[in-house]
């Protein structure tokens, strides 16, 4: 079975610094693997998703994640957080019996002025 | 705006209302999903439709019945639901089911208070 685990449930930097939100999976056959974000009370946006092509996929907003298959790793990174990153964030990997996501738990990005 | 809108944004209902959510995509996908989130669970899976024919009820309670009677529409019928089911519902549409790169595309939700 696949499954996502996310490190951190709750994840505070400030202004500028790097952020980085951490994933991992675990998938016997090679991944789909998602990025979404979601601002409060809204849905689910996708920021960048991995395909099998290339290991660094950049995303929307400054992001982006490298997959690393020795590491079962998928981490997001953005080299300087603004405000309007403040969110949760949710890994996910496309899989289950009819192909659909399946989601880590989520982790709360907040960001200091 | 994602291509997927949800109805209505906010419902409060009653332990013996009969309500319904609903949900219709503009994108030509053929698959749709029903998602739960609540506080104290991750996204849970609830249905999944593939070219209108229900394809995963992943345990639900049946309380909560799915209606697809397109593939550009889907409901969720809710009756005699329980406190614990208030939750934020998620509706999504993708191009296709099954394990693929292809994005899921999510809809803003709809708040579920029961009373």
């Known amino acids: 079975a696949q499954s996502v685990t996310q490190l951190g449930s709750h994840v505070s930097v400030s202004e500028g610094a790097l952020v980085l939100l951490r994933c991992n999976y675990s998938s016997s056959v090679p991944p789909y693997l998602f990025w979404y974000v979601q601002y409060p009370n809204q849905g689910l946006q996708l920021l960048l998703k991995y395909t099998s092509a290339a290991t660094l996929v950049k995303g929307i907003n400054g992001f982006e994640a490298e997959f690393k298959k020795s590491e079962t790793s998928f981490h997001l990174t953005k080299p300087s957080a603004h405000m309007s990153d403040a969110a949760e964030y949710f890994c996910a990997v496309r899989g289950g019996s009819q192909g659909n996501l399946i989601f880590g738990k989520g982790t709360k990005l907040s960001v200091k002025p | ?115």
């Open chain 2, 1 to 115: 705006e994602t291509g997927v809108t949800q109805t209505p944004r906010h419902l409060v209902m009653g332990m013996t209302n009969k309500k319904s959510l609903k949900c219709e995509q503009h994108l030509g996908h053929n698959a749709m999903y029903w998602y739960k989130q609540s506080a104290k669970k991750p996204l849970e899976l609830m249905f999944v439709y593939s070219l209108e024919e229900r394809v995963e009820n992943n345990s639900v309670p049946s309380r909560f019945s799915p209606e697809c009677p397109n593939s550009s529409h889907l409901f969720l019928h809710l009756h005699t639901l329980q406190p614990e089911d208030s939750a934020l519902y998620l509706c999504a549409s993708s191009q296709d089911t099954g394990r693929s790169g292809n994005t899921i595309y999510f809809g803003e939700g709809s708040w579920l208070t029961v009373v």
